[in-house]
């Protein structure tokens, strides 16, 4: 079993960032996928970035050139630094961590950009 605590979502103001923080417990790999998944209002759950074990990554094209994912494997955490926040980045966003073919979530954290 594994166990997320999400951080650092919050009110920006457009063009602001936010630095997002999870930490996993428990029975953790050494090989493994962390990652950000967000859902919107009346919208579906959506990938954000992953990154793997050997620091290989993936981000959604909407956030390409303004969100960093990074991981600190020794401490089994993941971070999101998101820069030039938009409003359509407002969302709740979703640790995720595949660890032995199985799917764990956080809680959710909000993010809300607004003027």
């Known amino acids: 079993q594994v166990q997320l605590v999400e951080s650092g979502g919050g009110l920006v103001q457009p063009g602001g960032s936010l630095r997002l923080s999870c930490a996993a417990s428990?029975?953790?790999?050494?090989?493994?996928?962390m990652g950000w998944y967000r859902q919107a209002p009346e919208k579906q759950r959506e990938l954000v970035a992953i990154?793997?074990?050997?620091?290989?990554?993936r981000y959604a094209d909407s956030v390409k050139g303004r969100f960093t994912i990074a991981r600190d494997s020794a401490k089994n955490t993941v971070h999101l630094q998101m820069n030039n926040l938009k409003p359509e980045d407002t969302a709740v966003y979703y640790c995720?961590?595949?660890?032995?073919?199985?799917?764990?979530w956080g809680q959710g954290t909000q993010v809300t950009v607004s003027s």
């Open positions: 995720n961590v595949l660890n032995n073919l199985q799917t764990y």
């Open positions: 428990g029975s953790i790999s050494s090989l493994n996928i």
């Open positions: 990154i793997a074990s050997g620091g290989s990554t």
